[in-house]
């Protein structure tokens, strides 16, 4: 057999027991969470057709898409003759330093010389369509619209749903951004209240007080209010970019949004104006300076309604941050952002969009909801030392195997005690003591039991304690006590 | 914007909340079982490298592997000439009839005619390799057998692990079969000890005892006996052959089965000595037949233990045939099938592998292990009407929203109740109360709660019971408490 590279394609990972099992502890709970307001789970496939992704995430996002090969390879495929194959797909060996997928595009080239006419983005698209009708899901949001406009005849509304999948993107890995992940999104869909941005910032503080993380911050913004500011600095069209520009304040710093303010021909009048809001961006200070703007007073009505609505609800953590804009430029109401002192990105995310189905022709239905980031969540947990100790523990008893006939009396306890809940393993063979006990200590099986002869006639184990070294004799029934 | 077809790709589906909820209380009942046997879950990227997965599944098997283009969009990628390329690409819609992929082969056809000499093989690999160089996983087994052999020094042998993913198969869709689908895999590996084949058939009785499903019958046959069997009749040699043919017995009858091992030119004399498996085919009568071949009788010595085993520990539905094979051909021990009366095809499967890891370079690890195949289960579960009437509610009390005043008050309410872990949502909008019942009812959420002047003055909603009509004043800890 010839040798295979042990490896997972770039940027893709493997989760050993423990990190599985600490990933599930975080899903769990969102889960959990998820479920006492009520959502309910779906699930969409891995994959979409293309065109049901395509164009959704501006040009960046189209190249970030992985796409699948239709069935069937097409060199293989093709009935052309194997002799003259031979001799034009080996050219490939030949052709020096040049990159083998160049090879197809030399094709393509050399068809090029050969042919006529029309329209280059329709033949472009038919070309990649050609080769790739499916492609894999880029995030939640897209696919979810799709489903919501597919099934909008079986689904109770307002609906409320959650969905915890992994999504693809051939982005450039790096340290914490990976190409396959998981997106734990929840949201509401068919209502306009603001009951539902109350309940998400309920959610948020649910979950991370449960994963012991009380201490998180979430950032409220209203995408009106920002517009009212566009308004009042005189450049109502440019909310886009000043959108843009202002959720980059943090990384960048203020003299290099300004730049970049000006460099979308935003005049430099308007942007002193701005600068106001660089320096005091209490809740007062930008009602007044929206004072003006009818949207956005709007704006921070809202905004005020879901603060004090949050706070009566004991929901504390909620923090007014005119700044926070988020990158992607479908909200329309509110715009949150959870951020953790001991962590340099958000955790959590979302907001209020008003036109998610449109793009799949169902108009008029407006959303709300958030988005949870697994894997920082995970690395936060790890670097916090969060991690309850009992997650990630496969068993909590191991029975050592002396024989035949003491695993029999083992397999027979060890039924008691699964029976009880209690994650319970048997070692499998009559190993030496040694290397048994190395296999309990390298999982931390806390309890270990020795069952010999003597155990078999009074019936009841010995039991070490893994932690103390202590050894006493036990009954069954006794250790569950103990355990549950 | 274009419309859009708004489906999922062939043979792949949206799973819609009740679904989703039947479907997570399988898989949650499965990983249940799993802990209290101390397998630790794992994970692995959708994606892995096509050569970790080509050659490993057949001729067949490597045709339904769904690969995936290299990032980056070729035409789109590659820096030729834009005038060209229009009339190049536009030249498909000019190929009347013909299937648009077929472009790809006509580039490279005209490209076959200038170029020269060289491997077939090595060429057309290169070039598959330049398109796609990732695939999608085509079964759980080989990306764990990739795993093992990658993370040995990072793991505790013997391993016990499983593992609950989707993973995908070109295969033409039809009833019951999809491009996408779980697969529910627990492994034990580095240990031969039959202790673990015991373990499989507890863990096996105990998932589908706890899915109501105790009326399952857990088929066992062991390939050491097959054997036997094929020595026993003179050939050998055959042995797959036989195993391929006996296979199919339960689907093609007898007569057939003869016909085709005759069609591998397995002699007459043979068929019919094996023919009198096929009339009685007690463990006694089979350990008779194979009395004179001594892999036979390990065979049978290995089953017989596994039987007396786990009938001690009250399993109770497992039971020899020496017909089961099952079609994959790397069981070296054990092998096992769960049938239900009342599905026509196996609902779990598995069986001990001697030399899983071998293809990666990691030689003489055994292990063995079973595969649960939860679309089927869900599939029998639904059909006779065994999934909990909980599962799939996502919430058990609503609250009606009268107003604003009114709903303030419903939320405080509501967080007491979802503190204790009860599902509960509130109504976001003031709509009507036609409406709102509606609501409730559709999502069959079995209490309503009303709350407006009195109840807010009382300090206790009026509880509806939307079973039996029955409305009562209530406190929320008495409503906890009947609830919980």
Not at 164 to 178: E, L, M, N, T
Not at 269 to 277: D, F, H, R, T
Not at 340 to 354: A, E, K, T, V
């Amino acid at each position: 057999m010839a040798k295979v590279a042990l490896n997972t394609p770039k940027g893709t990972r493997d989760f050993l027991p423990q990190q599985a099992a600490r990933r599930n502890y975080i899903f769990d709970t969102i889960r959990g969470v998820f479920d006492t307001y009520g959502f309910a789970p779906i699930e969409t496939p891995a994959m979409e057709l293309t065109e049901t992704l395509m164009g959704k995430y501006g040009e960046e996002g189209d190249r970030l898409i992985f796409k699948i090969l239709n069935s069937g390879n097409y060199p293989e495929k093709y009935p052309f003759d194997k002799e003259r194959s031979i001799k034009a797909l080996s050219r490939i060996n030949s052709v020096k330093g040049k990159k083998t997928n160049v090879f197809l595009m030399d094709l393509i080239q050399s068809e090029v010389e050969r042919v006529d006419v029309a329209n280059y983005d329709v033949a472009l698209n038919k070309f990649n369509y050609a080769i790739s009708e499916k492609a894999l899901r880029y995030d939640l949001t897209v696919p979810f619209a799709r489903f919501v406009v597919q099934h909008q005849n079986e689904l109770s509304f307002p609906f409320k749903r959650y969905q915890i999948q992994p999504v693809w993107r051939a982005d450039r890995p790096q340290k914490g951004r990976y190409r396959e992940f998981y997106q734990c999104d929840v949201d509401m869909i068919g209502s306009n209240s603001l009951l539902n941005e109350v309940e998400l910032t309920q959610i948020i503080a649910d979950v991370f007080t449960k994963l012991g993380l009380p201490d998180v911050s979430i950032k409220i913004n209203n995408r009106k209010i920002l517009q009212g500011i566009s308004e009042v600095i005189g450049e109502p069209d440019k909310l886009i970019d000043i959108t843009v520009a202002l959720d980059k304040l943090d990384k960048i710093g203020r003299e290099k949004v300004e730049a970049e303010l000006a460099s979308k021909g935003i005049g430099v009048e308007a942007i002193s104006k701005l600068g106001v809001l660089f320096e005091n961006v209490s809740l007062e200070s930008v009602s007044n300076f929206v004072a003006t703007s009818e949207v956005g007073l709007k704006g921070i009505e809202e905004l005020k309604t879901v603060l004090d609505s949050a706070e009566k609800l004991d929901v504390s953590i909620c923090e007014f941050d005119p700044t926070l804009a988020r990158g992607l430029n479908y909200y329309t109401g509110a715009i949150f952002e959870v951020t953790h002192p001991d962590f340099p990105s958000s955790i959590c995310g979302g907001g209020r969009y008003d036109d998610l189905t449109g793009i799949f022709g169902l108009k008029d239905v407006s959303g709300v909801g958030v988005s949870f980031g697994a894997d920082r969540i995970y690395d936060l947990l790890l670097d916090k030392d969060l991690f309850p100790a009992q997650v990630g523990l496969s068993a909590q008893v191991m029975f050592v195997n002396f024989g035949e006939k003491e695993a029999a009396q083992c397999q027979l306890w060890a039924k008691k005690l699964r029976a009880a809940g209690i994650r319970t393993e048997v070692y499998p063979d009559a190993a030496k003591m040694k290397k048994q006990m190395k296999y309990a200590n390298d999982k931390s099986i806390p309890y270990v039991l020795l069952v010999g002869d003597r155990e078999i006639e009074a019936q009841q184990p010995t039991v070490k304690n893994m932690e103390t070294g202590d050894q006493n004799a036990m009954s069954i029934v006794k250790l569950i006590e103990i355990l549950s």
